[in-house]
């Protein structure tokens, strides 16, 4: 499934791209439903930077009900991305840790200026692939699939707007 994401951060396009290609880790104490982020590799070529970060949700929004049954690796992930500031656009592809292999999660970020404001829109892929779903029949994977995708984009929007909302915030406290 694709997605597209638009929305605007009330500060200058320059503030708001360092802050997510640099700061990333420095955000989670503004995201709720993230424990941790580390970058575990960054390689700089002029204006190009590329990056890779490991993520650890929090559970505390999974019902208690579910949480024993969660094994710790499906609530990480990571992500690489490419970072180009003369283009001001980030490409990014996310690595998640339940069924590897078989979830497509990719896309890219713009930062467009806007006055003193800056639009970010994001065009995104999120999509399961059946046949690689381990440890669950094909036939049912293949019905449980889009209902999946579905759910995940649904938290997905809320999700991307709370980070650009604490970029601002986390703006407006640091700079």
Same mark, same amino acid.
């Given at each position: 499934m694709?997605?597209?994401l638009v929305t605007e951060v009330g500060q200058p396009r320059d503030?708001?791209? %360092? *802050?997510? =290609?640099?700061?990333?880790?420095?955000l989670v104490s503004y995201l709720p439903n993230v424990e941790a982020i580390v970058r575990v590799m960054?390689?700089?070529?002029? %204006? *190009?930077? =590329?990056v890779r970060n490991e993520w650890r949700g929090s559970t505390s929004e999974i019902p208690a009900v579910l949480r024993p049954l969660l094994k710790p690796e499906?609530?990480?992930w990571s992500d690489e991305a490419v970072w180009d500031q003369g283009q001001w656009r980030c490409s990014w592809q996310t690595h998640l840790n339940i069924f590897p292999g078989a979830i497509t999660s990719k896309g890219t970020t713009s930062f467009e200026e806007e006055g003193n404001e800056t639009v970010v829109t994001v065009h995104?892929?999120?999509?399961?692939?059946?046949?690689?779903?381990?440890?669950i029949p094909l036939s049912l994977a293949k019905r449980?699939?889009?209902v999946i995708e579905k759910f995940v984009l649904g938290v997905l929007e809320p999700n991307l707007r709370q980070t650009f909302e604490a970029i601002e915030e986390?703006?407006?406290d640091n700079f």
């Open positions: 694709k997605f597209t503030l708001v791209f %360092e *802050v997510q =290609r640099d700061h990333l880790p420095n960054q390689e700089e070529d002029g %204006e *190009v930077l =590329r499906w609530t990480s995104g892929e999120f999509a399961i692939d059946p046949a690689k779903v381990t440890g449980v699939g889009p986390y703006i407006d």
